[in-house]
């Protein structure tokens, strides 16, 4: 499988210009979306170390250190500044943040297209200490992801893309605005109860909800149920890999869904050298992706779950890490998110 070459953002032509080597989706999919975006958009809403410590105290920091390098091998790295910033902070778009990577990347629309344009939309929620031990907080990896796959989507495709993003509470009066919803680390999740009712209609009604960067069969149980709260009758199905979701834009129907994880991006520096892509949550080694779906009666996908992969992460640090932005941001986390939104867009 051949996959084309995409310029890192930070060596880009500094007037905006498009890398003649970038990514190359397929045209007619382009001109499809162009053709169905209205649609899309407007026409489906209705509505024990002590005594090697004392003996050898000048050793310390260096066991420390090793065994900080062993550990980011396999468990989340809290990294960035996501974590500072509080679940109830007034933020309510993705420039409200300061960026905890490097640049934020910036783009206008054409006059007049300012409100046909596709925002990402990241959905806050509330933890469940109880559930797993694992980070969960539904600012991770922003603002810089949000940005970062609006910019290459905007970049890579027909797409008009709002360059600010939004952040709504499920609540929100907002949220029938946007059909197309991102929630990161949904393993610990909590829906409060007044949410159920208003995610099922806006499921029902037009909506789409990407789940991303959840690890393990403790937090998958604990989505699921979560899920099946909201749409007790629903069950999740595994997207096989000639499912249309992976051709649409981007052709990744040559690769296993094993080809598709992403891990953080500390992990995928060091899998260049001892080959682990996936991360330990819970006692468990996460190895298996998997990639699922929810439907409604119609048979339209209304939720797709990216377990045991983080995309997130490929699409915050693709400007700091040369083999990580080619191997995961590149060929991964990019060419799926821009399938994921394009095709919840178009059908």
């Given at each position: 499988m051949v996959i084309h070459r995409l310029s890192p953002r930070i060596l880009l032509d500094p007037n905006g210009e498009k890398p003649s080597d970038g990514l190359v989706p397929d045209p007619a999919a382009a001109r499809r979306?162009?053709?169905?975006?209205?649609?899309?958009?407007?026409?489906?809403?209705?509505?024990?170390?002590?005594?090697?410590?004392?003996?050898?105290?000048?050793?310390?920091?260096?066991?420390?250190s090793c065994a900080t390098l062993l550990l980011a091998q396999?468990?989340?790295y809290w990294g960035g500044g996501e974590g500072a910033i509080s679940e109830d902070s007034a933020i309510r778009t993705a420039r409200d943040a300061p960026t905890h990577s490097v640049d934020m990347p910036t783009w206008t629309n054409r006059p007049g297209f300012n409100k046909d344009a596709f925002t990402f939309t990241r959905l806050r929620y509330t933890r469940n200490p109880y559930r797993s031990r694992a980070f969960s907080h539904c600012f991770t990896d922003f603002p810089d992801s949000d940005l970062n796959l609006s910019y290459r989507l905007q970049q890579l495709t027909s797409i008009n893309v709002d360059p600010d993003g939004r952040v709504l509470h499920i609540n929100d009066p907002e949220l029938f605005e946007y059909p197309w919803v991102y929630m990161v680390e949904?393993?610990?999740?909590?829906?409060?109860?007044?949410?159920?009712?208003?995610?099922?209609?806006?499921?029902?009604?037009?909506?789409?909800?990407?789940?991303?960067?959840?690890?393990?069969?403790?937090?998958?149980?604990?989505?699921?149920?979560?899920m099946k709260r909201v749409l007790p009758n629903s069950e999740f199905v595994d997207l096989p890999m000639d499912h249309p979701i992976f051709s649409c834009v981007f052709d990744l129907r040559g690769l296993t869904k094993q080809g598709l994880q992403v891990p953080n991006f500390r992990t995928g520096e060091m899998s260049q050298h001892d080959g682990v892509t996936w991360e330990?949550?819970?006692?468990?080694?996460?190895?298996?992706?998997?990639?699922?779906?929810?439907?409604?009666?119609?048979?339209?996908?209304?939720?797709?779950?990216?377990?045991?992969?983080d995309n997130g992460d490929g699409w915050e640090r693709e400007q700091e890490y040369h083999y990580y932005f080619r191997q995961f941001s590149e060929k991964r986390a990019y060419p799926l998110g821009i399938n994921i939104i394009f095709y919840a867009m178009t059908h």
């Open positions: 979306f162009s053709k169905h975006r209205v649609v899309s958009w407007h026409g489906r809403w209705q509505g024990p170390c002590q005594r090697l410590m004392r003996q050898n105290a000048l050793l310390l920091p260096i066991l420390l396999r468990y989340r949904p393993g610990a999740l909590r829906f409060e109860t007044h949410e159920l009712e208003t995610l099922k209609k806006y499921l029902l009604n037009g909506g789409f909800l990407m789940a991303d960067d959840f690890w393990g069969t403790r937090q998958w149980r604990n989505f699921e149920n979560e330990e949550h819970d006692g468990e080694e996460c190895r298996e992706v998997h990639i699922r779906a929810l439907f409604d009666d119609k048979g339209r996908m209304i939720v797709i779950a990216c377990h045991n992969t």
